[in-house]
Nanobody, 124 residues
Framework: QVQLQESGGGSVQAGGSLRLTCLGS?????MAWLRQIPGREREGVAA???????NYAYSVKGRFTIEQDNAKNTLYLQMNSLKPEDTAMYYC?????????????????????WGQGTQVTVSS
């Protein structure tokens, strides 16, 4: 059983930065960050595989960085140059291992374990 707990969300002005943390990440899994706006489907933001391979949604590429500290079982999402459209509930998820290499990392139905989420609000 993998238990995940996110933290680090908050309110920030456009152009600002936040660093999200997910305790309990489990390296053999494809670890991912997804986000959800009320009324919309959950969407993939970034993911990292067991060998460090990273994946990013086009909308965040160049602004967000996903990292994993296996010794601390912790997953991070550094978010820079935040935009109002980044406002969402952000979730940490453990996907099937191969999802990071098959393109399925952004599919929320592939998430095996989920955290409770942390809210990110970006004002203009």
């Amino acid at each position: 059983q993998v238990q995940l707990q996110e933290s680090g969300g908050g309110s920030v002005q456009a152009g600002g930065s936040l660093r999200l943390t997910c305790l309990g990440s489990h390296a053999p899994h494809c670890m991912a960050w997804l986000r959800q706006i009320p009324g919309r489907e959950r969407e993939g933001v970034a993911a990292i595989g067991y060998n460090g391979r990273t994946n990013y949604a086009y909308s965040v590429k160049g602004r967000f960085t996903i990292e994993q500290d296996n010794a601390k079982n912790t997953l991070y999402l550094q978010m820079n140059s935040l935009k109002p459209e980044d406002t969402a509930m952000y979730y940490c998820a453990a996907h099937w291992t191969n999802d990071c290499y098959s393109g399925s990392w952004s599919d929320p139905t592939r998430g095996r374990y989920w955290g409770q989420g942390t809210q990110v609000t970006v004002s203009s």
